[in-house]
Structures are given as structure tokens and as C-alpha cells.
């Protein structure tokens, strides 16, 4: 993986993950551009089974070109498609920083993949174990019984995203949302992905918003994703990216306490419990200070 790949994961700076499709050099160029900290290029929804070669061919340039400070990862077909490993084949000579699975079942789907990477990165003379992995963990009904078993499944696992598009299709239902607000089978889906990242330690990745236009909304949504834990969300449109990045920053009173917790028990480094403007504060205060400030 290249440098900056692993210096943007490890200062917690994924916060925006915005599709690119891979039949679309002028729309990548254009992402590229932008702010987004990784840009997912698409061999998957956005291309039609008859440009599927084509876009292998044109994500392996993308990713052979100049590199910004964007981490760039490579959304396959899914497992059963049959299509995986072909997509692998194509775009791991490119070295991207990650591939990203749709509709992961398991820990089992991840250590397959795992274990093709292996093979490709011996190949290419890249480094073993340097390219990472994303689910979207919850595209399918079966999925979410999967979710409690992706912790340890894999040391390239970087994150649990849940999607609600294809679960919709999948469950069989007529609306997902309405108001703004999603439906209860949604939610289900959304918290215990959140949930299973919290127990794998990786990253959760809210879904995509799909109200362009509605750039409240977004803002609305995303600042409800941080408030629960999600660290970062997956984008389609250029637009969105400054909106997401901003509302995934720590307020100023959110900094200012956390660097209060924070000196207070490089103070007092034998004590587990310390008093804070009239509270009681604890590790578990300690961990959320230093999350906040993207330290670890």
C-alpha cells in the first residue's frame, strides 16, 4: 500500500468514501479533485455486465496514474457473481489501497478474499497483507446473521459499511423510508453493523445518501451517523463530500473537553476515576477523548 494510505487510515482521517465508476476516467478525474479521503472505483451496480471488461481496463489506468491524497479502493463483484476473482486478476497489479466487497455474507467471504490477495500481491511484488478489505455487510437478509463473525476474521478487514438498496430488494419491501427516516428493518441493519465494527474494530461506514439535492438531509444524517459512532459514510456524488467531511469533525466544545479529559489523567496517571467540572469521568471517557482527536 502506498504511504499515504496507511498515514490517512491511521490518523482516522476516512471519513468520506465516494463511489467513482470504473467505466468513467472523466468522472474519477473528477473526484479526484475533491476532498473525499478515499474514492471507491466501481466495477460492480454502476457497470453493465457488457462494459465489465472494459472497466477493468480502465480502473487498472486510474489506479496506475498519479496518486493524490486520496486512498483508492476497488469495489468488486460479489462472490456469487462468479465475477471476483476475474476483477482481482485485473485491478491488483495497480496496487489499490483496498478492495471493497458487496454483499459479504461472513468472516468466511473476508478470508476468502484474504486469501486471493495473498496470491495477487506475491504476483504483482506488492506487500503480503498490504491491501485492505471493506464488507458491505448487510445487502442481503442472510447477511445480517452474519454480522458477529467478522471479528478476527481477517487482519486486512478495515471496515463493516451497511447498505440498504439491495436489502430492500432482498427483504422484498415496497418503501425504505419515508419522511427522511428509515424504516425499522433499516435501522435493525444499521445499528447492529455499526455494532459489529465496534466488536471487530474496524471502522463503520454508514450507507449512501441518495437525496442529491437535499444537502440538509445529508448534513442531517451524517451528524446522526457520528453522534452514534460511525466514523465515516459512504458518498455518490462529488457535491457531498465537503458536507460529510465537516460534519464528521469534532465541535470546538467537543475538543476542548476532550483535551480537558485527556491532560487530566496524563495528571493523574495512577488513578482510574477522576472528577471534571463537577463529573465523574473514567477510561471508557479517556478512549472517547482520544477518538475524538483521532488519536488512538
Given at each position: 500500500?502506498?504511504?499515504?494510505?496507511?498515514?490517512?487510515?491511521?490518523?482516522?482521517?476516512?471519513?468520506?468514501?465516494?463511489?467513482?465508476?470504473?467505466?468513467?476516467?472523466?468522472k474519477?478525474?473528477?473526484a479526484?479533485?475533491?476532498?473525499?479521503?478515499?474514492l471507491i472505483?466501481?466495477?460492480?451496480?454502476s457497470?453493465?455486465?457488457?462494459k465489465?471488461?472494459?472497466a477493468?481496463?480502465?480502473?487498472l489506468?486510474?489506479?496506475?496514474?498519479?496518486r493524490?491524497?486520496?486512498?483508492?479502493?476497488?469495489?468488486?463483484n460479489?462472490?456469487?457473481?462468479g465475477?471476483?476473482?476475474?476483477?482481482?486478476?485485473?485491478?491488483?497489479?495497480?496496487?489499490?489501497?483496498?478492495?471493497?466487497?458487496?454483499?459479504?455474507?461472513?468472516?468466511?467471504d473476508?478470508?476468502?478474499?484474504?486469501?486471493?490477495?495473498?496470491?495477487f500481491?506475491?504476483?504483482?511484488?506488492?506487500t503480503?497483507?498490504?491491501?485492505?478489505?471493506?464488507?458491505?455487510?448487510?445487502?442481503t437478509?442472510?447477511?445480517?446473521?452474519g454480522l458477529?463473525?467478522?471479528?478476527?476474521?481477517?487482519?486486512?478487514?478495515?471496515?463493516?459499511?451497511?447498505?440498504?438498496e439491495?436489502?430492500?430488494?432482498s427483504?422484498?419491501?415496497t418503501?425504505?423510508?419515508?419522511g427522511?427516516?428509515?424504516?425499522?428493518?433499516?435501522?435493525?441493519?444499521?445499528?447492529?453493523c455499526?455494532?459489529?465494527a465496534?466488536?471487530a474494530?474496524?471502522?463503520?461506514?454508514?450507507?449512501?445518501?441518495?437525496?442529491?439535492?437535499?444537502?440538509?438531509g445529508?448534513?442531517q444524517?451524517?451528524?446522526?451517523a457520528?453522534r452514534?459512532?460511525?466514523?465515516?459514510?459512504?458518498?455518490?456524488?462529488?457535491?457531498?463530500?465537503?458536507?460529510v467531511?465537516?460534519?464528521?469533525?469534532?465541535t470546538?466544545?467537543e475538543?476542548?473537553?476532550?483535551?480537558?479529559?485527556i491532560?487530566?489523567f496524563?495528571?493523574n496517571?495512577?488513578?482510574?476515576?477522576?472528577?471534571?467540572?463537577?463529573m465523574?469521568?473514567?477510561?471508557?471517557?479517556?478512549?472517547?477523548?482520544k477518538?475524538i482527536?483521532?488519536?488512538?
Amino acid at each position: 500500500m502506498p504511504p499515504h494510505g496507511d498515514d490517512a487510515q491511521g490518523a482516522g482521517l476516512m471519513r468520506s468514501m465516494l463511489f467513482v465508476p470504473g467505466d468513467s476516467p472523466r468522472k474519477f478525474e473528477k473526484a479526484s479533485q475533491g476532498k473525499a479521503d478515499a474514492l471507491i472505483i466501481d466495477l460492480e451496480d454502476s457497470v453493465v455486465t457488457e462494459k465489465k471488461e472494459e472497466a477493468r481496463t480502465l480502473t487498472l489506468a486510474m489506479l496506475r496514474g498519479p496518486r493524490g491524497p486520496h486512498l483508492l479502493y476497488v469495489r468488486v463483484n460479489a462472490l456469487d457473481t462468479g465475477m471476483t476473482l476475474a476483477d482481482l486478476a485485473a485491478v491488483m497489479p495497480g496496487a489499490p489501497d483496498g478492495i471493497v466487497l458487496p454483499k459479504s455474507r461472513s468472516g468466511d467471504d473476508v478470508r476468502q478474499v484474504a486469501t486471493w490477495l495473498e496470491a495477487f500481491e506475491a504476483a504483482a511484488g506488492s506487500t503480503v497483507g498490504s491491501t485492505r478489505i471493506v464488507c458491505v455487510a448487510t445487502e442481503t437478509a442472510g447477511s445480517i446473521f452474519g454480522l458477529g463473525t467478522y471479528k478476527d476474521c481477517s487482519p486486512r478487514l478495515a471496515g463493516l459499511m451497511w447498505g440498504a438498496e439491495d436489502l430492500s430488494a432482498s427483504l422484498g419491501a415496497t418503501e425504505k423510508a419515508s419522511g427522511g427516516v428509515f424504516h425499522s428493518p433499516y435501522r435493525l441493519a444499521r445499528d447492529l453493523c455499526l455494532m459489529a465494527a465496534a466488536a471487530a474494530d474496524v471502522a463503520p461506514i454508514d450507507t449512501v445518501y441518495t437525496d442529491i439535492e437535499n444537502l440538509s438531509g445529508l448534513e442531517q444524517e451524517t451528524r446522526a451517523a457520528r453522534r452514534d459512532g460511525f466514523s465515516a459514510k459512504a458518498l455518490i456524488h462529488p457535491k457531498h463530500v465537503d458536507i460529510v467531511n465537516a460534519a464528521f469533525e469534532p465541535t470546538e466544545a467537543e475538543r476542548i473537553w476532550a483535551e480537558k479529559v485527556i491532560a487530566a489523567f496524563a495528571g493523574n496517571p495512577d488513578s482510574g476515576t477522576l472528577r471534571l467540572d463537577g463529573m465523574m469521568i473514567d477510561k471508557p471517557h479517556l478512549r472517547a477523548a482520544k477518538k475524538i482527536l483521532g488519536e488512538r
